[in-house]
């Protein structure tokens, strides 16, 4: 038995506000599909992030609707969950994914949190926040336990674990139960395959570049999909390649050989399909940005759809370069140092929580998060939205607007 792992589509995402890049992602989304019906699987995994966000455009419905169709019509069915871009945190809403139950879809919930397909065992949890970490750890413990009674079994999950990531993960490694067959994670967008438990753990990362930092890995082994074959003692598998649907160039140059530099630049992407993106470092730079900024503009600006420059100065010093570059002190990073001047984990994980749900726009979850963290932490006190204080618990139940009329827990 053989089925298809991808995770972190991001279907509806506009990368640099660019129309083109949304449509990139749909493109590549499109082929994807192609490439599961042509593998001729039995089943198809989606470890999260189906959308960018829990209200996708109509566009990003409509995309997803035809390629499920597609693979209905071949006989494959799909099994998701929902990751943390496609979910929102209030008791009564609904993720996108659930639109689609009637088209085939298998969604899997905290409510149906597992599947049997042909004697194995589907087992997963939706994307769950650093905050709430022990009904993780909980659920996890659940589904061992019921993964015991099948001979083949998968874990589905959308989480940061710490052996693959810095800083903001919601599971250690130890934390994972070491019973399943195959761990089908989604969440980071770098290809990972490693060995764990009794069987394999598999990030099939993002299907197009969605970061900077992504460029190192998909040289590296590309971005697309994997193919999981169930027979035998342990899983094999086949990492699939998807060609993206628009070149990224990242390029170093000497402002001292700009032209020349820049010459060779624009001879290599002249013959390219679509315009690519072109990420520059410029070293040496010793005069007024703007006007070297002018200079790759009029040379570049017709080969490409963006150009994304940065400037390293003469006199730049090499440890905040080196730091820079790095990329290990963003924002995020940052905001986890300083909270950890508290010395408290649930401090550090809300936090985490809230920056990563303030980032999407989402208001409203982010006083959820803040709201819950008061209820578990401090009984008597919540959030009062209208007057930004905490005032007793004591408060009147409002039913949530939800156009669909049906509960959470009908729609899963």
């Known amino acids: 038995m053989k089925f298809a792992h991808l995770a972190d589509s991001h279907l509806g995402f506009r990368q640099y506000g660019l129309q083109e890049r949304e449509n990139d992602l749909y493109e590549v989304f499109d082929k994807i599909i192609d ?52 979910s929102l945190l209030s008791k009564a809403a609904i993720p996108p994914q659930v639109l689609f139950k009637k088209f085939g879809l298998k969604v899997i919930s905290l409510i149906n949190s597992y599947y049997i397909h042909d004697g194995v065992f589907i087992g997963g949890i939706p994307h769950i926040r650093p905050s709430e970490d022990k009904k993780l750890k909980s659920a996890l413990a659940n589904l061992s336990l019921k993964a015991e009674n099948y001979d083949k079994s998968i874990l589905v999950l959308h989480q940061g674990i710490d052996k693959y990531i810095n800083v903001n993960y919601e599971l250690e490694i130890g934390d994972l139960p070491d019973n399943f067959d195959y761990y089908a994670l989604g969440h980071l967008h770098n290809y990972i395959e490693d060995d764990f438990g009794k069987g394999k753990l598999v990030y099939p990362g993002s299907p197009d570049i969605l970061r900077t930092n992504e460029y190192n890995d998909y040289v590296k082994n590309g971005k697309g999909l994997v193919i999981v074959d169930l027979d035998g003692p342990k899983p094999n598998i086949k990492r699939i390649p998807i060609p993206i649907s628009r070149e990224f160039i990242n390029r170093t140059i000497d402002y001292n050989n700009l032209q020349n530099d820049l010459k060779s630049l624009k001879q290599i992407i002249e013959g390219f399909e679509k315009k690519p993106i072109v990420n520059l470092t410029i070293l040496n730079v010793d005069r007024q940005v703007k006007d070297i900024h002018e ?118």
Do not use: C, W
Request: proline share 4%; aromatic share 8%; net charge negative.
């Open 35 to 86: 490439k599961i019906i042509e593998e001729d699987v039995d089943f198809v995994i989606h470890s999260g992030d189906l959308f960018e966000t829990a209200k996708p455009s109509p566009k990003a419905l409509l995309t997803f609707q035809k390629g499920l169709l597609r693979l209905k019509g071949a006989g494959i069915p799909m099994y998701a969950i929902v990751g943390n871009h496609d």
């Open 295 to 412: 200079i790759i503009n009029s040379e570049l600006d017709d080969l490409t759809l963006m150009v994304r420059p940065i400037f390293k100065f003469n006199d730049e010093d090499d440890e905040i370069e080196l730091i820079s570059s790095s990329g290990k002190l963003g924002p995020k990073e940052l905001l986890v140092d300083k909270l950890k001047d508290f010395g408290n984990e649930n401090i550090v994980r809300l936090g985490v929580d809230l920056y990563g749900t303030l980032s999407l726009n989402r208001s409203e979850d982010a006083f959820d998060l803040a709201e819950k963290y008061f209820e578990n932490n401090f009984n008597s006190m919540v959030i009062d939205r209208d007057k930004s204080k905490t005032k007793p618990t004591e408060k009147e139940e409002k039913p949530e607007d939800n156009d669909l009329q049906i509960t959470f827990k009908e729609a899963l």
